[in-house]
């Protein structure tokens, strides 16, 4: 039973964490996520982001847009929504996917949690409410959006199997990447999977709104040995580009958006080839990319280490001829490999790996704008890859 | 891998998809689900020795090629009945009469005379122009090469060529509600009727409504006046399909087509009701698009944006059909005994017709409807025992999604539309010996019309040309490979033309995709 909804008389939301993330934000800084107001930076950004890749640091992550889909054809229907194959996500597994409209474009991307045999949450930046309405015809699926219905908190860093064992979560120690389990959690269920956003080692927590204050304190009492802090958007931004993901109203404009036909991006031009799977008959899309396979992509989604010390925001991307090829879509000074680092949209057939770019950034010292161009390295791959995200058992330290 | 090509369902568009397939040189089997050829283009038994046009009633619009080229009159097809007059019945005196150009008799505003000539003459012009696409694949709107942009092109060409106030006048006037138009050209009731219904029939759409002008126009791209088949509609479907048999093609009536069946993104042949399976390397559909893809296909195997186009699609039909079997010829007030077996109307004025459609907006039927009649047994008295004959009306508005549901109300409509035309034709009831209602619901049941619509689909702008029956299908191809579609539903669509067949048997000979 869903309480009556009186959200519509609030200009904002807030989330079931709210009296705690009023507490603990001491620079009283805040932006909205969708309609909910959440934490630009807590204390200082960089210490944030220090504890997240040194200890443990706390995310909210309830305003993400989530659907559950039950029914006969769940599965049919996730494997016509999305360009991977569903069926190889078990239950009690988590999977990244992209779904994109007829022309192939990407409408958005998400995780896929398979909750129970047939029972999926897709979990998105974008609302999806009305694509997923449309997807539905035909299908024997039943289709409800639960964001509000879920709170949810994503915890992440070398500590934080460490601080969740602390909180009772018995043997959380060997959950494998992708991997989700639920425990008790006083009254409550709480459902945990080893999933994340920036990386590294890491888990994301679901629970009943009404035990989520409850969860908070809890996770911020056993993870008080093990260094845990709360975590603003601007840390979990710089680990995210480090991390090499890309973000959906930044990196891409969802196809769903967009007016003009070259704005949106294939998953090939988001260097998302691996998602693609056309062994799978039909899904939204497919005839598209299949053309586009053959006919060669225009983007292409680059990683750069940017020269200098100079975060390449917004910078325009050029060739060795000095023509523009495309522009930096996310850019941060990445603490961990001391380098400038970027994400960029490039045409074809510029950007191949090992290949010299440019960037022309501008920036300013005491109100004079000064312009440099400085030279880009395309990467094979993410800045930052701890193995630790990958180990199973998760590092206790 | 067998090249055989299925067609689903012997309408008479399939039937002429098929011929020419055939006449290429392809191998062909027509599937359909009923005992008879013709789908809506049938004529058929409603009570013992009385036979009507089951729905179509009138030839307008048969495209003369197909007649010449598949030689339909080596293979029966011959009229009863050529330029056939409009009387527009009149309650309380004289009807008034026309013949698509010229009024004949019955005019109460001498101003009227000219005026209908000339109004006439310019539809005609205008409805040149939507005749000219009507042979043809419509127009890409986006393309690759500057070949692909020819038909666009060519398109605007002919516009232009149309003169200048011509062009003004079809611009102008293609989106105007016909009451409109209507209103600015003429004085007299009984004509502005008629012209009204010309304008309504086979929509969901009253004569206040946008798009009813490209309606009348559609109706007149075919003759002035239309004509009657020896041995009524179905004699047209029954000459096709002999043409087609000669050809080659091999035509298996009763076979219900349960699903297209499809791998891998290709059509791969279908699934009969029976359990049968089918092989094909192509796949054409004459059922109409609804149909075609909830049904056969599935949507699931679309694109999710085309599925939803596909789901909204407007296809609701407002159009019965009422056959009454006649002990004698009955007598219309004020109508000459040599006009009776001329297309009559019950539709004394725009108003009227108006007033008929709006119930039918909020899911009624009217109580006072518009009414085309037919009398085909006066023209070939094959149609009835010697001395008796058939009355086929086409009655309007009876929507297909009727609140309460049809078998509750069809009664009371038959008993409904029974009184009015003993209004017009008193002692009428005395005369009957039999009577059939058919309600949109029936023709859905009985010929697999979605929604009993004429057109297989609302027949507007939005959904016309390029755009039908919607974005995407616009080309006979579909995104399903070696899947076409030959129907009504397609480009230039419904009636009794035959275009959309040819049209369509052109693309699968090109091996066409969307
Ligand atoms: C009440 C009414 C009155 C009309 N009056 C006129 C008129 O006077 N003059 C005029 O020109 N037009 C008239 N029309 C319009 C005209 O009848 C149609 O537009 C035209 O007949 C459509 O032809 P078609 O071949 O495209 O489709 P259809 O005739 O509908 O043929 C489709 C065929 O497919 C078959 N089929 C469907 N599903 C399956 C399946 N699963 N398996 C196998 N077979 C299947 C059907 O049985 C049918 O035979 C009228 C329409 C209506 C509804």
Redesign the pocket.
């Given at each position: 039973m869903r309480t009556p909804r009186e959200h519509f008389r609030l200009v904002v939301k807030y989330t079931p964490f709210h009296s705690r993330t009023v507490a603990a934000n001491e620079l009283n800084l805040w932006h909205r996520w969708r309609d909910y107001s959440v934490a630009d930076a807590y204390f200082d950004v960089s210490l944030e982001y220090t504890a997240l890749r040194n200890t443990c640091a706390v995310f909210d992550i309830s305003p993400m847009t989530k659907h559950r889909i039950t029914g006969p054809d769940a599965l049919a229907f996730m494997n016509r929504l999305v360009t991977r194959d569903v069926a190889k996500i078990k239950p009690g597994r988590v999977g990244y996917a992209v779904w994109c409209d007829e022309q192939g474009q990407v409408v958005d991307d998400g995780t896929i949690f398979h909750l129970s045999p047939g029972v999926y949450r897709l979990c998105s930046q974008e609302r999806q409410l009305d694509w997923l309405h449309t997807a539905r015809l035909g299908f024997d699926v039943t289709v409800v959006e639960e964001t509000e219905d879920v709170a949810a908190l994503s915890l992440q860093g070398p500590t934080s199997c460490a601080t969740l064992c602390a909180l009772g979560l018995t043997g959380i120690e060997t959950l494998t990447p992708f991997g989700m389990r639920t425990f008790a959690f006083g009254e409550a269920e709480l459902l945990v999977s080893r999933t994340g956003f920036t990386g590294d080692l890491g888990y994301e927590l679901w629970i009943d709104p009404a035990h989520a204050e409850a969860l908070w304190d809890a996770l911020f009492e056993a993870g008080n040995l093990y260094g845990i802090r709360p975590l603003g958007t601007h840390a979990l931004d710089i680990a995210r580009i480090e991390a090499g993901y890309i973000q959906a109203g930044v990196d891409f404009l969802p196809a769903d958006h967009a007016i003009r036909a070259d704005r949106t991006r294939s998953p090939f031009e988001l260097d998302l080839a691996w998602l693609v799977d056309f062994s799978k008959p039909h899904f939204t899309g497919r005839r598209a990319l299949l053309a586009e396979q053959s006919r060669g992509s225009r983007y292409r989604l680059v990683r750069l280490d940017v020269a200098g010390n100079k975060p390449a925001t917004d910078a325009y991307v050029y060739d060795a001829k000095r023509r523009v090829v495309g522009t930096v879509t996310s850019a941060v000074w990445s603490p961990m490999s001391k380098a400038s680092i970027a994400l960029a949209s490039v045409a074809m057939p510029h950007g191949a790996v090992g290949t010299p770019l440019w960037a022309e950034i501008y920036y300013q010292k005491e109100l004079k704008w000064n312009r440099t161009n400085v030279e880009c390295t395309v990467l094979a791959g993410p800045s930052y890859d701890p193995p630790r995200r990958k180990v199973t058992p998760a590092p206790m330290r | 891998m067998t090249k055989r090509i299925i067609i689903?369902?012997?309408?008479?568009?399939?039937l002429v998809c098929a011929a020419y397939l055939a006449r290429a040189g392809r191998e062909v089997l027509v599937?359909?689900?009923?005992a008879q050829v013709?789908?809506?283009?049938v004529t058929r038994t409603f009570a013992p020795g009385y036979q009507v046009p089951a729905?179509?009633?009138?030839?307008?619009?048969f495209d003369p090629a197909i007649e010449r080229e598949l030689q339909l009159r080596q293979h029966g097809f011959t009229d009863a009945k050529s330029r056939v007059l409009t009387v527009a019945l009149n309650p309380d005196g004289a009807p008034l009469v026309h013949d698509g150009r010229e009024v004949v008799s019955g005019l109460s505003h001498a101003e009227d005379r000219q005026a209908f000539t000339d109004f006439m003459h310019k539809m005609r012009r205008l409805a040149a122009l939507l005749k000219r696409q009507h042979g043809r694949t419509p127009p890409q709107l986006t393309w690759a090469s500057w070949r692909d942009a020819w038909p666009l092109v060519r398109l605007a060409l002919q516009m232009r060529l149309l003169g200048r106030a011509d062009m003004r006048e079809l611009l102008r006037m293609i989106t105007m509600p016909m009451h409109d138009v209507l209103e600015e050209s003429f004085a007299g009731d009984l004509l502005k009727g008629a012209l009204a219904v010309d304008a309504v029939l086979?929509t969901k759409l009253g004569p206040r409504s946008g798009n009813t002008v490209l309606n009348f126009l559609h109706r007149y791209t075919g003759a002035s006046a239309p004509r009657v088949p020896v041995g009524g509609m179905g004699a047209v479907s029954e000459s096709l399909a002999s043409a087609a048999r000669a050809a080659g093609v091999q035509i298996r009536l009763g076979?219900?087509?349960?699903a297209i069946n499809i791998e891998s993104g290709r059509a791969t042949g279908v699934t009969l009701a029976s359990g049968e399976v089918i092989a094909a390397s192509t796949v054409v559909s004459?059922?109409?698009p609804k149909?075609t893809f909830e049904?056969?296909v599935g949507l699931q195997y679309l694109e999710a944006e085309l599925a939803r186009r596909i789901h909204h699609m407007r296809c609701e039909?407002t159009?019965?059909?009422l056959h009454v079997a006649l002990r004698a010829l009955p007598q219309f007030k004020g109508v000459d005994a040599a006009l009776v077996g001329e297309r009559l109307l019950i539709a004394p004025s725009a108003l009227y017709v108006d007033e008929a459609f709006n119930p039918a907006k909020y899911g009624e039927y009217s109580t006072d409807p518009i009414v085309e009649i037919s009398i085909p047994s006066i023209a070939d008295p094959t149609l009835a025992p010697a001395g008796h004959h058939v009355l086929s009306a086409?009655v309007q508005y009876a929507p297909a999604h009727l609140n309460g549901g049809w078998e509750a109300q069809r009664a009371a409509f038959e008993a409904r539309v029974l009184a009015v035309l003993e209004r017009y034709a008193p002692g009428f009831g005395s005369h009957i010996v039999a009577t059939e209602l058919l309600t949109?619901a029936d023709?859905e049941t009985q010929?697999?019309?979605r929604g009993?619509?004429?057109?297989?689909g609302e027949l507007t702008l939005d959904q016309y040309l390029t755009l039908r029956p919607v974005p995407g299908l616009g080309h006979y191809a579909t995104p399903v490979q070696a899947l076409y579609l030959c129907?009504?539903g397609c480009h230039p669509g419904?009636?009794?033309?035959g275009r959309?067949?040819r049209n369509a048997a052109r693309v699968v000979l090109q091996g066409g995709v969307s």
């Open positions: - | 689903v369902g012997a309408g008479h568009n399939g599937l359909e689900a009923n013709g789908g809506a283009a729905v179509a009633h009138l030839l307008y619009g086979g076979a219900r087509v349960a004459g059922a109409d149909t049904r056969l039909g159009a019965a059909k086409i949109p023709l010929f697999g019309l009993g619509h004429w057109h297989h129907g009504a419904g009636g009794v033309m959309a067949g």
